[in-house]
């Protein structure tokens, strides 16, 4: 196909990785068209390179820019990758400016068929391939395997290495401490036994079993060979069949998927193995018509360094719009979504909860009308999540819920940041309803470059085959302490920061400054977490971590006697928090400290023993001597609650 040879002609300079790069990122996250959005295929580029940066690998060679990846902001990325590989791909890559969508050229458009993006994916591995061999750059670790992508190459003497088995093998049982697989090379089409698929496009594959030739020729099969047992055993036991494939001798082995054992066959006196792929979702849904307003948005995309002059932005914008919060509300706010994409407001009834997280929303350019902020009123009555992803009505008809909506838009829009405001979310038991979300949050991982989640139980009735929880998504629930209202568990106290708003001045006037123009339309790496574990955190900032968990570990120890202690997610949260204020510079190291003990330590203690008043003062003694003024303000309402009615919570 002459596309396809000049794709290979054009990366056969290997002056830099970043045109095999591009291209990857493209078939990784275009339509059928061929077309993507501008910024998600940016962001697919960074975090290739991000992500061995993560790994402890050569990045680049010294000279290029990307090779100091952690260190350079996105606008230098994207100068960088618009200067460069969409520049010197020439008439084979097209950009829309005016859309904000890159598109391949029409001659591969036309052919843009399953076998073609795989075709393709190969020549631009296999020159990536030579690329860092040259430099210096292989090797395939424990962590390569979790998150193999399509068509990744390796020679035999790659997977040796990593498997301590010979390299002629096929076979390659692995069962490390904490890595257990099985790795299959193929060589499709070979003239004695010739393993081949038998549906490719569904992933179908024969692989014939290991045996060896007796004097007479025959081969005989020994079934109980660690190898074939290995792969016998693998779906009882739950072990990944990583397969790799090539068509002839002498070429790469490409990364073929995660397989699962079928069937064991024999056909005239040959034994062979029936091996189906896990589904792959390769094909990604259909971009919106380019005459869709949102797509023709400029989307603004900011440093590190612009992060707190973004952020006192829409403190004045908000305060433009006549509302008054107290300070440093709007910076906690940012720190928590950017921690983990789920916040808890909290506070008596009209201190402007729900109008803080639209204000916060609409400064950075979503709202109502562009579909990118969604009040849901939560009711009483709900009992379980159909209220929010939908249900079958009287006609067997499915009636979409609002999480459904905006999640489907979400979706398909990776590059804009959507708001969802449950709105007085616990009038019902947010365990009741929420639940399964919570859990999905939880179960976010890197995939690709990007976060994924486990999909989400719509019952197979939404029109998109999965749900998932998207990266670009944030959720941010307002609650109500009363008589009308339940209580929180642990569980969802542990997965969100609760920010009170308690201090009400009714002597304060609204400010006289008109500001009324959202100051930003910001794009959705403004806000995405860029760490899931602690492990993303190092090693480059593990002296910093290792000098603030200490008080959390004091404020551990209180907690222990009640059985309240927290786990590493809350660590992992304590540490995520603490560092982007310190990298965005937003508030001093004492008051932040100071916020996670009041929003992630103090909404877990209540009840009536004498244990708890015993807790409470060993904290209150605490923070008072080390200066943490908000906490230490809330223990002595809590302490005084206890006094006076035998009962305390950090509710008001």
Same mark, same amino acid.
């Given at each position: 196909m002459d596309i396809l040879k000049k794709f290979n002609d054009n990366f056969k300079d290997h002056n830099a990785s970043y045109k095999m790069v591009t291209v990857l990122s493209m078939l990784d996250t275009c339509d059928k068209n061929g077309r993507a959005y501008f910024d998600e295929v940016l962001e697919r580029f960074q975090n290739f390179y991000f992500q061995r940066y993560q790994k402890g690998k050569i990045i680049e060679r010294d000279n290029k820019v990307l090779a100091n990846v952690a260190n350079i902001d996105k606008k230098t990325v994207k100068n960088t990758f618009l200067q460069g590989p969409v520049a010197h791909l020439g008439e084979l890559l097209n950009l829309d400016k005016d859309n904000q969508v890159l598109s391949f050229c029409q001659e591969l458009t036309e052919e843009l068929a399953y076998k073609t993006k795989n075709e393709l994916r190969k020549i631009a591995f296999k020159h990536l391939y030579e690329y860092y061999r040259n430099i210096g750059g292989l090797g395939l670790t424990t962590e390569d395997f979790r998150d193999l992508p399509l068509e990744y190459p390796v020679k035999a003497d790659d997977i040796a290495s990593f498997s301590g088995h010979n390299r002629v093998k096929g076979i390659h049982p692995i069962d490390k401490d904490d890595f257990k697989a099985v790795i299959i090379l193929c060589t499709l089409g070979g003239s004695n036994y010739p393993n081949q698929w038998i549906d490719e496009e569904n992933g179908i594959l024969k692989y014939y079993a290991e045996g060896r030739k007796g004097p007479d020729g025959v081969k005989n099969y020994n079934l $109980? @060979?660690?190898?074939?047992?290995?792969?016998?055993?693998?779906?009882?036991?739950?072990?990944?069949?990583? !397969?790799?494939?090539?068509? #002839?001798?002498?070429?790469?082995?490409?990364? #073929?998927?995660?397989?699962?054992?079928?069937?064991?066959?024999?056909?005239? *006196?040959?034994?062979?193995?029936?091996?189906?792929?896990? $589904?792959?979702? %390769?094909? +990604? !849904?259909? =971009?919106?018509?380019?005459?869709?307003? %949102?797509?023709q948005e400029e989307l603004d995309i900011v440093g590190d360094e612009d992060v707190k002059t973004v952020i006192e932005d829409?403190?004045?914008?908000?305060?433009? /719009? *006549?509302?008054?919060?107290? $300070?440093? =509300?709007?910076?906690?706010?940012?720190?928590?979504? /950017?921690? /983990?994409?789920?916040?808890?407001?909290a506070g008596i009834s009209g201190t402007g909860k729900s109008q803080l997280?639209? =204000?916060?929303?609409?400064? =950075?350019?979503?709202? +109502?009308?562009?579909?990118?902020?969604?009040?849901?009123? !939560? +009711?009483?009555?709900?009992?379980?999540?159909?209220?929010?992803? *939908?249900?079958?009505?009287? %006609?067997?008809?499915?009636? /979409?819920?609002?999480?459904?909506?905006?999640?489907?838009?979400a979706l398909e829009n990776p590059c804009y940041p959507y708001y969802v405001c449950l709105d007085e979310m616990n009038l019902a038991r947010v365990e009741y309803y929420f639940s399964e979300f919570l859990s999905i949050i939880e179960s976010r991982r890197w995939a690709e470059n990007t976060i994924i989640s486990a999909p989400i139980d719509n019952k197979g009735y939404s029109n998109n085959s999965e749900l998932f929880f998207p990266p670009n998504l944030y959720v941010i629930g307002t609650v109500n302490m009363d008589e009308t209202t339940h209580s929180f568990s642990r569980k969802v106290l542990d997965r969100a920061n609760t920010i $009170?708003?308690?201090?009400?001045?009714?002597?304060? @006037?609204?400010?006289? %400054?008109?500001?009324?123009e959202p100051p930003y339309n910001m794009e959705n790496s403004f806000l995405q977490s860029s760490y899931l574990t602690l492990k993303d955190c190092l090693p480059e900032y593990q002296s910093y971590l290792q000098g603030i968990i200490p008080e959390l570990e004091s404020v551990n120890g209180f907690l222990e006697n009640l059985g309240l202690h927290v786990g590493y997610r809350v660590r992992d949260e304590f540490c995520f928090f603490m560092l982007y204020n310190q990298k965005f510079e937003l508030m001093k190291e004492k008051k932040c400290i100071d916020l996670q003990i009041l929003q992630k330590i103090l909404p877990r203690i209540h009840g009536s023993s004498i244990e708890v008043e015993e807790v409470l003062g060993e904290l209150k003694s605490y923070c008072e001597e080390q200066g943490y003024e908000l906490s230490?303000?809330?223990?002595?309402? @809590?302490? +005084?609650?206890?006094?006076?009615?035998?009962?305390?919570?950090?509710?008001?």
């Open positions: $109980e @060979m660690r190898s074939n047992k290995a792969i016998i055993e693998s779906k009882e036991k739950g072990f990944p069949l990583y !397969v790799f494939t090539r068509d #002839a001798k002498g070429e790469l082995y490409h990364f #073929a998927g995660e397989f699962e054992y079928q069937t064991l066959e024999e056909e005239q *006196g040959e034994v062979y193995f029936v091996l189906k792929r896990k $589904e792959v979702n %390769q094909d +990604r !849904v259909s =971009l919106p018509d380019v005459s869709y307003e %949102q797509n829409v403190e004045k914008y908000i305060e433009g /719009k *006549g509302f008054e919060f107290e $300070e440093g =509300l709007i910076k906690n706010l940012f720190l928590s979504l /950017k921690t /983990k994409p789920f916040v808890i407001l997280g639209e =204000l916060f929303a609409n400064a =950075l350019g979503a709202n +109502r009308e562009n579909r990118r902020y969604r009040l849901v009123s !939560v +009711r009483p009555d709900w009992n379980d999540s159909t209220d929010l992803l *939908g249900y079958l009505n009287l %006609q067997n008809e499915f009636v /979409k819920g609002p999480l459904t909506e905006i999640l489907e838009v $009170e708003l308690s201090q009400v001045d009714l002597s304060k @006037m609204p400010s006289l %400054q008109k500001n009324l230490n303000s809330k223990l002595n309402f @809590m302490l +005084r609650r206890y006094n006076q009615d035998g009962f305390t919570s950090f509710w008001a």
